[in-house]
């Protein structure tokens, strides 16, 4: 008896292990594949990331092509050069025409700063964001004028020094993220004599709260000027602002005096440094730097002159070409991930300092909520470095894994899709090249040979097809399925595909002409002046296959009341994509909840 129920114990006992063995295992590779789609997604918003930003390279390339061909530019369309370059060329007026005739009215509950500045103001800004208050127009301008007044005597790189009882703590881009910021403080402390901070560029655009951001940096560093250090991103530039959102938010919380509060902006930005160089060992600088990296050259730079990464610096007098031409070759570009100069000292430096770079990224969610983590970094001196990271945690942060991977995984596939249709005819071109016996089908290779050639999004499209494309039982690709589901809405259906793949494609760069020239932010253009803007930006970027007389017919189109204007901004509302399954999927997800 004894034995026989040892036996059937250690039977028992086996069997749960194997039990146990399986479910790990299958638990395991589950995780696995949940990670390997993690990673998918977040492949594809990097790597159309990176393609926005060599368009933002594209349309820096066009104003270089409008100054160099000022004079044949100035003759055919004096009115369109005029308004494209006037917002650069203008005179901040005098402090008092901004601020003395804004009066704060005592219905106003938010915060009230008092100058000279104090923690106090500090602390009562991050509440008063916190309770979702927005500062006075006449507070915020306030703001500015003082912020740039100190900056204007600061040099090009701020020195610090640091000690093992005093360090600093060094924060990268917010974008506008202010539970970021928020989360940080409360880790680390507010800013203060004791307790110093950098803040590495980037303060806004993407994120709602940009504005708000900007004013704890700039009320801290007025505060505390030796203690907090702010260097200028890539995203401090009013071009950049067009694009990314933050001119929409300042017009959206200012509409009376957002474009005021947006002109200071466009001079104050030119003001910040550009970089901080701790304990004479370390360089903070944003973007990071190149071989040909000179800091001599950084050092002599008159950084006022460089209004926007997208634009060659320009004088005040109007002399646009003279300028271009003096300048041109030996200006830094500062862009993510790229810093070019004049000169290049990379040969004084040995091998083993190269790769010594760390790159710290200070907003949470940056894709999708769940999909990164913040951090920063606190450095003192003869110490090891030492990294914080983070994450804000909202509703949807606390989804099951596969939840979160799902909707990741959604809007990653959303916009790659969206990048897709925008380039149908070119695709379609390529898929035909391939087909040689005319069927409709592609091999998996092929297809995503196509995709990379006309994309260039460096994705792996072999693995992404299931999700793109439909695959018959012997592997082969319905190329034209790469269109499914999804289409680009446009005004009239007459208009060429051609023509509005193109407007769709090259919308954001349009837009962002469009405001330069919509100095009164009316969203009204005329009809001549979009003509103009047209025909320059096709010639610059060679689009084929569209007559003037498409573009003509399209702008009549939109001109409804006939008055001779168009409004752009609902003219390029018009391009937005509809996703057919975005129908079926909410209709799976109710599905599966009744489950």
Known sequence: MGCGSSSMKDKKSETVLKAALIIQNWYRRYRARLKARQHYALTIFQSIEYADEQGQMQLSNFFS?????????????????????????????????????????????????????????????????????????HYVLEVLFETKKILKQMPNFT?????????????????????????????????????????????????????????????????????????????????????????????????????????????????????????????????????????????RLERNKMKSVLMPPMSVNGNLTTDLKKNKGGVPVAMHGRLRASQSFSEQLSKNEWGQVVTVFSA???????SNRGAYIKLSSGMTPRFFQYQVTKATCMRPLHQRVDAMECSAIRILRERIIARKTDLIRAFQLQ???????????????????????????????????KTDKDGNIDYMSSFQDIRIEKPVKEIQSTLVETLYRYRSDLQIIFNIMDSDHSGLISMEEFRAMWRLFS?????????????????????????????????????????????????????????
């Open 65 to 137: 092509f409008m100054l160099e061909n000022y004079a044949l530019v100035c003759e055919q369309s004096p009115q369109l050069i005029r308004r494209l370059f006037e917002s650069t060329l203008q005179d901040i007026k005098d402090r008092q025409d901004y601020v003395a005739l804004i009066d704060v009215p005592d219905s106003y509950d938010g915060p009230r700063l008092q100058f000279p500045l104090t923690f106090t103001d500090i602390d009562l800004l991050i509440e008063a964001f916190k309770q979702q208050q927005i500062l006075h127009a």
């Open 159 to 299: 020195h610090i020094k640091t000690s093992p009882s005093k360090g600093i703590t060094i924060c990268g881009d917010l974008h506008g993220k202010l539970d970021d910021l928020f989360l940080i403080f409360y880790k680390n402390g507010l800013p203060s004599g004791s307790n110093p901070y950098i803040f590495n560029g980037d303060f806004v655009d993407r994120g709602s709260n940009s504005m708000e951001i900007l004013m704890i940096l700039f009320v801290s560093f007025l505060v505390y000027p030796n203690d907090l250090h702010l260097n200028r991103g890539n995203h401090e530039d009013f071009m950049m602002n067009m694009r990314y959102g933050f001119t929409r938010e300042v017009l959206y919380k200012y509409k009376l005096h957002g474009k005021k509060i947006l002109q200071i902006l466009e001079d104050l930005y030119t003001w910040l440094p550009i970089g901080t160089i701790i304990d004479n060992e370390i360089l903070v600088i944003h973007g990071g730097i190149s071989e040909s990296t000179d800091l001599n050259l950084l050092h």
């Open 364 to 370: 949470s969610n940056y894709y999708e909520e769940g």
């Open 435 to 469: 087909d040689y016996t005319k069927s409709g089908k592609l091999s998996k290779t092929q297809w995503a040979f196509s995709m990379e050639k006309t994309l260039g999004l460096n994705l792996p499209w072999r693995s992404l097809s299931s999700h793109l494309v």
């Open 539 to 595: 010639l610059h970027y060679n689009v084929e296959h569209i007559d003037d007389s498409h573009v003509d017919e399209l702008a009549s189109s939109m001109d409804f009341n006939k008055d001779g204007s168009i409004d752009f901004n609902e003219f390029l509302k018009a391009f937005y994509v509809v996703h057919k399954f975005d129908k079926l999927a909410k209709s799976d997800t109710t599905l599966a909840e009744q489950e």
